[in-house]
């Protein structure tokens, strides 16, 4: 059993991701650094392996590294290690078809419910698209905890009206697409 915890292991794919989809080298660079900052946080590292299958991230505890080689005398227990498929993406989709579907959903927010809550539900989908890669209706509760704590009071800029609406918002989200809200 991994003794990393699996939302670290999530977070560590999520940039690896973005490393990789990128154009911009030192982009690249800081999500790696990220990445590599977080999982030294749990004594993990992280490599790419890249063979004909396609590439996997592999998560190794740090202990059986030396000099960035995995030694294989130090390998006690083989399930430590986690192992994530980058190629089929799991979860994720693809950045396009994430952003069109929520698109979508905006615009119906605002034809029935109007620009406050279209534009909390747009500050929503930037935050689903572009930190999670994933359509608006599949966030979490953590995800949503996340967007209200610490997303929407520092990236958003609300107006008072959209602050004393966005929990509301939230719910016309999920009621939008036919979900239940995870709070």
């Not at 982009?27 to 392996?49: F, G, I, K, Q, T």
Request: glycine fraction near 4%; avoid cysteine.
């Amino acid at each position: 059993m991994p003794e990393i915890p699996e939302d670290v292991t999530d977070e560590a794919e999520r940039l690896t991701m973005l490393a990789r989809r990128v154009g911009d080298d030192d982009e690249a660079a800081a999500y790696r650094e990220r990445r590599d900052d977080l999982l030294d946080s749990h004594d993990y590292e992280a490599r790419v392996r890249e063979d004909d299958h396609g590439d996997t991230l592999v998560l190794y505890p740090a202990e059986w590294l030396e000099e960035g080689t995995v030694r294989v005398e130090r390998i006690d227990d083989t399930d430590r290690a986690v192992e994530r498929d980058l190629t089929a993406g799991g979860e994720q989709e693809e950045w396009e078809t994430v952003e069109a579907h929520n698109r979508d959903v905006v615009a119906r927010i605002r034809d029935e419910h109007g620009r406050v809550h279209a534009a909390n539900a747009r500050a929503f989908a930037d935050f689903m698209g572009n930190h999670r890669s994933r359509r608006m209706e599949t966030a979490t509760a953590d995800d949503l905890n996340e967007f209200l704590d610490d997303y929407y009071p520092r990236n958003v800029w609300p107006t008072p009206e959209q602050a004393d609406a966005v929990e509301t918002s939230l719910e016309l989200v999920f009621e939008t697409v036919g979900k239940r809200s995870p709070l």
